[in-house]
């Protein structure tokens, strides 16, 4: 059965994705390997160490600075990350200076918050309404 196990978002410098990804958000470097002249830099929520890799991929490809400034400039997550608790987390990111450009949001069925990732990506936070 085909299954996910890595997928990743474009970032504008590797070394401070990953102190990004790692010191705001929570995750674990999983991978850290040379490249050519990058690194193949992974990371894992601490949650499942195990499970799928978010590969913190250099936006150096002449589309990938176009595509992300498009998305971002039009108010569009580039990807989506699952918490327990949206509001909880905005909270906790906020005290630890990550900027929203969307706070928590009830949409429904689903409550989301969008946050800038300092790499040129807007990521998109989400979790079913338990309401």
């Not at 250099?58 to 580039?78: N, T």
């Not at 909270?91 to 689903?110: I, N, W, Y």
């Not at 989301?112 to 040129?120: L, R, Y």
Request: negative net charge.
């Amino acid at each position: 059965m085909i299954r996910i196990n890595i997928t990743s978002v474009f970032v504008d410098d590797q070394a401070k994705a990953l102190a990004f990804y790692t010191d705001k958000l929570g995750f674990i470097k999983k991978t850290d390997e040379p490249a050519g002249e990058a690194r193949w830099l992974t990371v894992v929520s601490p949650v499942d160490p195990d499970g799928v890799e978010l590969l913190l991929e250099p936006d150096g490809h002449p589309a990938a600075g176009p595509f992300k400034k498009a998305l971002a400039a039009d108010g569009i997550p580039f990807t989506q990350f699952a918490v327990d608790d949206v509001h909880a987390e905005v909270e906790r990111l906020k005290s630890l200076g990550v900027e929203f450009t969307q706070d928590a949001t009830d949409l429904g069925p689903v409550v989301t918050a969008v946050f800038d990732d300092t790499c040129g990506n807007l990521i998109q936070l989400a979790a079913l309404n338990q309401a």
